[in-house]
């Protein structure tokens, strides 16, 4: 017997900005998450796992084979879904994670938009770059239609698919300063990429790098782990970006002292 809309709904909580917080830093700061699809030959449901990155509007991206079935599946019927947020200690089910309902878009090779997304998901994972250029592969994004974030027990939300988006105006702004912010950060502000993921995730080290910016907010990466760093608010312009990042420099340092 299933349970009724009005069951559901006791469960639910009202959807606020934190909730909003929470689902968009799983899904924008996953380095790989569970996507699901409908089998082509028999229309059963379908898992795997797959890299993901994200494109300056926030719907995830992945890079995917055409030999393998979940391409197959995506081509023939791009309704899909994608699991994010990893299990820590302890019961996996009181962690927080994110199941978006989406949409597969193929991006077609030799337009902006790939040469934008090639650059971004290399970064994000560097090993990429052994196989991204196959002629095999290929790129998807996954537009966001809804999400369900659970946030451990008795913390489950219903949220929209533009609750997960950048809606920046800025975006594409921000995005073509993007190469040139990250590698003067790395370069001549090396430690505050370790400082921003000491001091905003939690994490440990401090050789941390900036892998992502965009109007949102900040990617680290250390090796084989990865965090995000939200703005308090999205740019609306680009020239915010120098400013918000060293007030993020000098908060955190502010809060080590």
């Not at 082509?40 to 890299?51: D, F, I, K, Q, S």
């Not at 023939?76 to 200690?89: F, H, I, M, Q, V």
């Not at 995005?175 to 590698?183: M, T, V, W, Y």
Request: aromatic share 4%.
């Amino acid at each position: 017997m299933t349970g009724s809309n009005d069951d559901r709904a006791k469960v639910l909580r009202d959807t606020d900005d934190e909730a909003r917080r929470l689902a968009r830093t799983l899904l924008r700061s996953a380095r790989s998450a569970s996507l699901a699809v409908l089998e082509p030959e028999t229309g059963h449901p379908l898992a795997t796992r797959v890299l993901t990155g994200l494109d300056i509007d926030g719907a995830p991206v992945i890079l995917v084979s055409a030999l393998s079935v979940h391409t197959k599946a995506l081509r023939a019927d791009p309704r899909s879904s994608l699991l994010a947020g990893e299990p820590g200690k302890g019961d996996p089910l009181a962690h927080p994670r994110l199941t978006l309902i989406a949409t597969a878009d193929e991006v077609a090779r030799d337009t902006k938009e790939h040469a934008r997304l090639r650059e971004r998901f290399v970064r994000r994972h560097p090993k990429a770059k052994l196989y991204v250029d196959f002629p095999d592969f290929t790129f998807f994004r996954l537009v966001p239609l809804r999400a369900n974030l659970n946030g451990g027990f008795g913390k489950a939300y219903l949220l929209s698919g533009d609750d997960l988006m950048i809606r920046s105006p800025a975006r594409e702004a921000v995005a073509d300063r993007e190469n040139a912010a990250i590698e003067h950060m790395n370069s001549d502000h090396a430690e505050a990429a370790s400082v921003y993921a000491n001091h905003y995730c939690g994490a440990k080290g401090n050789n941390w790098s900036l892998c992502g910016i965009d109007a949102a907010g900040i990617d680290l990466a250390a090796g084989d782990e990865l965090k995000r760093v939200e703005f308090a608010e999205e740019l609306t312009d680009p020239a915010q970006l120098r400013t918000v990042l060293a007030d993020l420099l000098r908060n955190a340092r502010a809060g080590q002292a």
